[in-house]
């Protein structure tokens, strides 16, 4: 929450900046879309929740080539709802999530260039751009770290229920990971409509 704080306090200082001299980002016409292209600088947020993505990936590589000597045979392959393990397989079943975390992560980061290609709930304008530009990213970046370190963390699960020191996700895994998720999503929601209501307002 702290984050999406400090991500704010960026796009509050920017809130009158579009078409200003002095602005961090400049503003062309997006013919395709006709919607305003801002080149917008990284924010604080942003940086966190990327650094905390990244880990995430490096996590999912180290980890099992970390413990890979001491792993059996056969390690938990598949869990069903309720976070029990309903499948076991072969250990290197391990690595298979992590080509699944890096596409994740090449594919959020590319998506995150575009935001004046995302979706919105209200027209995107000149005076309203850049705000929204930075929330909808610095919303991307969180569910990046969030989608990384889930899926790692059921590598990781499965690292220690192979080594007897777990016995599955756990029933609350899969709906803590939906509040996550869809928390996320409901704070960017509301965020984007007040910050609209507040260009509105100035303009």
């Known amino acids: 929450m702290k984050v999406w704080e400090q991500g704010l306090?960026?796009?509050?200082?920017?809130?009158?900046?579009?078409?200003q001299k002095g602005s961090?980002?400049?503003i062309e016409n997006s013919t395709e879309e006709k919607r305003p292209y801002a080149e917008i600088q990284r924010s604080f947020g942003e940086n966190v929740f990327e650094a905390v993505a990244l880990i995430g990936v490096l996590a999912s590589f180290v980890s099992p080539i970390w413990v890979w000597s001491?792993?059996?045979?056969?390690i938990p392959a598949h869990y069903n709802i309720s976070g029990q393990i309903?499948?076991?397989?072969?250990?290197?079943?391990?690595?298979?999530?992590?080509p699944v975390i890096v596409l994740m992560y090449i594919f959020l980061t590319t998506l995150n260039r575009y935001?004046?290609?995302?979706?919105?709930?209200?027209?995107?304008?000149?005076?309203?751009?850049g705000v929204q530009y930075h929330l909808a990213r610095l919303m991307v970046q969180a569910l990046k770290a969030e989608v990384i370190w889930i899926?790692?963390?059921?590598?990781w699960i499965s690292i220690k229920g192979a080594m007897g020191k777990g016995v599955g996700l756990g029933s609350a895994f899969l709906i803590?990971?939906?509040?996550?998720?869809?928390?996320?999503?409901g704070i960017y929601i509301w965020r984007a409509f007040r910050l609209n209501s507040r260009c509105n307002n100035a303009g």
Request: aromatic share 16%.
């Open 70 to 74: 001491s792993l059996p045979a056969k």
């Open 9 to 19: 306090k960026h796009e509050a200082a920017i809130l009158k900046l579009p078409g």
């Open 115 to 129: 935001p004046h290609r995302f979706n919105y709930p209200f027209d995107i304008t000149e005076q309203n751009a």
């Open 24 to 26: 961090e980002f400049t």
């Open 86 to 98: 309903d499948r076991w397989g072969s250990k290197g079943e391990l690595f298979l999530l992590v």
């Open 151 to 155: 899926f790692f963390y059921i590598e």
């Open 176 to 185: 803590i990971s939906l509040l996550l998720v869809f928390g996320t999503i």
